[in-house]
T-cell receptor, first 114, second 115 residues
Framework: GENVEQHPSTLSVQEGDSAVIKCTYS??????FPWYKQELGKRPQLIID???NVGEKKDQRIAVTLNKTAKHFSLHITETQPEDSAVYFC?????????????WGAGTKLIIKP | GAGVSQSPSNKVTEKGKDVELRCDPI?????LYWYRQSLGQGLEFLIY????????KSGLPSDRFSAERTGGSVSTLTIQRTQQEDSAVYLC?????????????FGQGTRLTVV
């Protein structure tokens, strides 16, 4: 079946440095790629998303890039801060049984070291 | 506005008992997902409802698990004869799901503990 692979599973970076999380997807028809942040004990929340008609999107310190040919997309966080510590999930929409569904990556635990 | 609401927030049950978990999606959202999340783990897909289509039940781990969505709105996830390994946070999410724009909004989850 269709799947989304996410790497790394854990990422530790020094405060102020950049963090990059990568995902690959298998369905070439996927057209929507969101990233969610889940802080400890809280629900996942959307932080940024990208659609298949653009290659990059930025929102302050976070950005997402999409390479449709290679079927991968990445989350970039610059100037990391302690509050960026969380688990990040990527997802891709797939078209299945006449409907769109989100397929999720396994998550990346981001640790910001002071 | 109102978000996705789940009840109860916490549920402690004895092994072997049945439990029902409830999800109230955002009004107008046609898609509804149930996920299970064990401590420190990812989102384990359970079931997906989309409008009047037959649900995608491919993620249900055993026949002890079932879910319904009445009138295209509220959903209940039922776990029969609960086992200790069923202990986890159960998350519900809904989305408008228009032309593949599938931003999912999550509820706060139900923490299930089987003792």
């Amino acid at each position: 079946g269709e799947n989304v692979e996410q790497h790394p599973s854990t990422l530790s970076v020094q405060e102020g440095d950049s963090a990059v999380i990568k995902c690959t997807y298998s369905d070439s028809a996927s057209n929507y790629f969101p990233w969610y942040k889940q802080e400890l004990g809280k629900r996942p929340q959307l932080i940024i998303d990208i659609r298949s008609n653009v290659g990059e999107k930025k929102d302050q310190r976070i950005a997402v890039t999409l390479n449709k040919t290679a079927k991968h997309f990445s989350l970039h966080i610059t100037e990391t801060q302690p509050e960026d510590s969380a688990v990040y999930f990527c997802a891709a929409s797939i078209y299945m049984d006449s409907n769109y569904q989100l397929i999720w990556g396994a998550g990346t635990k981001l640790i910001i070291k002071p | 506005g109102a978000g996705v609401s789940q009840s109860p927030s916490n549920k402690v049950t004895e092994k072997g008992k049945d439990v029902e978990l409830r999800c109230d999606p955002i009004s107008g959202h046609t898609a509804l997902y149930w996920y299970r999340q064990s401590l420190g783990q990812g989102l384990e897909f359970l079931i997906y409802f989309q409008g009047n289509s037959a649900p995608d039940k491919s993620g249900l781990p055993s026949d002890r698990f079932s879910a319904e969505r009445t009138g295209g709105s509220v959903s209940t996830l039922t776990i029969q004869r609960t086992q200790q390994e069923d202990s986890a946070v159960y998350l519900c999410a809904s989305s408008l799901n228009h032309r593949g724009d599938t931003e999912a909004f999550f509820g706060q989850g139900t923490r299930l503990t089987v003792v």
